[in-house]
C-alpha cells in the first residue's frame, strides 16, 4: 500500500511539475524567435521602420504607379523573420502593391520579447503610422497572417479599418489547437480567438491552407470560411511550410472582392508572365 502511495505521489509529483514547466516555458514553444538579426544594407527597395513594438520591412512597388498604393501588411509564422519573405512579395509589389513586412518584438533584433500583448501594440502602431504616411492608401489596407501571424492579423483586423483579412495555415483559435494537440487549456498563457473575431468582421476574409498540413489541420480554416460572412478558401495539397505563393488567387480575391482597378484580362497576362 505504501508503495502505491509513493509510485501515485511521484507520478503526481511529475506531472506537477511538467505541468509547471509548460506553463512557464510556453512563451519559447510559441514564439522561437531565429537568432540571427537582419543585415545593415538592406536591398535599395526596402526600408525599415520601427514602431511602438517591433518594426517593419516596407517594400515599394519597382515602378510608381501615378498615386497612393495599397498595402498588404504581412505578420509571419513564428519560426521565421520577417527579413525572409522579402523575395516572396517581389509579385505582389510588382502588381503596384506596397507590402509591410512586420517584425515581432525580440525576433531579427527588435527590442523586446514577443507575447500577444505587445504583439498587438506593435502592429496597431504599425497600421497608424503606415496609414498617415504619404504615398499610402490609407483606405485600402489589407492584413495578411500566415500560422501564428493569422492571429496578430485578426487583432489588426478587429480593431483597424482593414479592407480585408487574409490569413494562411493558421488556427480558428489558439485555445482549439492546444486541445486538439492534447494540451490542457488552461495553461494557455497566450490566446488568439480568430474565429470568434471574423465570425463579427463584415470585411471580406481570404484563407489559404495546405490539405496535408499536419502542424495545423486544414479543419481550421474551414470553421474560419464558416465563421466569415464573406470569404474564400483555397487549399492546396502542401503541409504546413512549403506550399506555393497563392498570388494569383489572392489577385483575383482584390479584383472580385475588393473591386481593386487592374482588370481581370490584366491579371491573367500578368499572372501568365509569372
Same mark, same amino acid.
Given at each position: 500500500?505504501?508503495?502505491?502511495?509513493?509510485? $501515485?505521489?511521484?507520478?503526481?509529483?511529475? @506531472?506537477?511539475?511538467?505541468?509547471?514547466?509548460?506553463?512557464?516555458?510556453?512563451?519559447?514553444? @510559441? +514564439?522561437?524567435?531565429?537568432? /540571427?538579426?537582419?543585415?545593415?544594407? *538592406?536591398?535599395?527597395?526596402?526600408?525599415?521602420?520601427?514602431?511602438? /513594438?517591433?518594426?517593419?520591412?516596407?517594400?515599394?512597388?519597382?515602378?510608381?504607379?501615378? &498615386?497612393?498604393?495599397? !498595402?498588404?501588411?504581412?505578420?509571419?509564422?513564428?519560426?521565421?523573420? $520577417?527579413?525572409?519573405?522579402? /523575395?516572396?512579395?517581389?509579385? #505582389?509589389? &510588382?502588381?503596384?502593391?506596397?507590402? !509591410? !513586412?512586420?517584425? +515581432?518584438?525580440? +525576433?531579427?533584433?527588435?527590442?523586446?520579447?514577443?507575447?500577444?500583448?505587445?504583439? =498587438?501594440?506593435?502592429?496597431?502602431?504599425? +497600421?497608424?503610422?503606415?496609414?498617415?504616411?504619404?504615398?499610402?492608401?490609407?483606405?485600402?489596407?489589407?492584413?495578411?497572417?500566415?500560422?501564428?501571424?493569422?492571429?496578430?492579423?485578426?487583432?489588426?483586423?478587429?480593431?483597424?479599418?482593414?479592407?480585408?483579412?487574409?490569413?494562411?495555415?493558421?488556427?480558428?483559435?489558439?485555445?482549439? #489547437?492546444?486541445?486538439?494537440?492534447?494540451?490542457?487549456?488552461?495553461?494557455?498563457? =497566450?490566446?488568439?480567438? %480568430?474565429?470568434?473575431?471574423?465570425?463579427? @468582421?463584415?470585411?471580406?476574409?481570404?484563407?489559404?491552407?495546405?490539405?496535408?498540413?499536419?502542424?495545423?489541420?486544414?479543419?481550421?480554416?474551414?470553421?474560419?470560411?464558416?465563421? $466569415?460572412? %464573406?470569404?474564400?478558401?483555397?487549399?492546396? %495539397?502542401?503541409?504546413?511550410?512549403?506550399?506555393?505563393?497563392?498570388?494569383?488567387? *489572392?489577385? %483575383?480575391?482584390?479584383?472580385?472582392? !475588393?473591386?481593386?482597378?487592374?482588370?481581370?484580362?490584366? @491579371?491573367?497576362?500578368?499572372?501568365?508572365?509569372?
Amino acid at each position: 500500500m505504501k508503495f502505491v502511495l509513493s509510485s $501515485a505521489a511521484i507520478l503526481l509529483g511529475l @506531472l506537477g511539475l511538467a505541468f509547471a514547466l509548460l506553463y512557464l516555458g510556453q512563451y519559447k514553444l @510559441l +514564439y522561437p524567435a531565429p537568432v /540571427q538579426s537582419i543585415p545593415a544594407n *538592406l536591398p535599395p527597395n526596402v526600408e525599415r521602420i520601427d514602431f511602438e /513594438q517591433g518594426y517593419g520591412l516596407l517594400l515599394t512597388p519597382n515602378e510608381p504607379i501615378g &498615386g497612393p498604393t495599397p !498595402l498588404l501588411v504581412f505578420t509571419h509564422g513564428n519560426g521565421e523573420l $520577417a527579413y525572409f519573405w522579402i /523575395q516572396e512579395f517581389e509579385r #505582389l509589389t &510588382g502588381h503596384g502593391l506596397s507590402v !509591410l !513586412l512586420f517584425e +515581432y518584438p525580440g +525576433y531579427g533584433g527588435a527590442s523586446g520579447k514577443p507575447n500577444r500583448k505587445d504583439i =498587438e501594440r506593435g502592429i496597431l502602431s504599425a +497600421y497608424d503610422h503606415m496609414a498617415a504616411r504619404p504615398g499610402i492608401d490609407a483606405n485600402r489596407i489589407i492584413a495578411y497572417g500566415r500560422s501564428i501571424g493569422g492571429g496578430a492579423a485578426s487583432l489588426l483586423a478587429k480593431h483597424r479599418p482593414v479592407i480585408a483579412l487574409c490569413m494562411e495555415s493558421t488556427f480558428s483559435s489558439l485555445d482549439a #489547437l492546444v486541445a486538439e494537440k492534447g494540451f490542457p487549456k488552461f495553461l494557455l498563457r =497566450e490566446h488568439y480567438e %480568430n474565429e470568434a473575431i471574423v465570425r463579427d @468582421l463584415d470585411i471580406p476574409v481570404f484563407l489559404y491552407h495546405g490539405s496535408g498540413d499536419e502542424l495545423i489541420p486544414v479543419g481550421h480554416s474551414e470553421r474560419l470560411d464558416r465563421a $466569415a460572412k %464573406n470569404s474564400v478558401l483555397i487549399t492546396s %495539397n502542401c503541409g504546413h511550410n512549403n506550399c506555393a505563393r497563392p498570388w494569383p488567387e *489572392l489577385l %483575383n480575391f482584390m479584383v472580385e472582392k !475588393l473591386h481593386f482597378s487592374i482588370t481581370l484580362e490584366s @491579371l491573367k497576362r500578368k499572372c501568365s508572365m509569372i
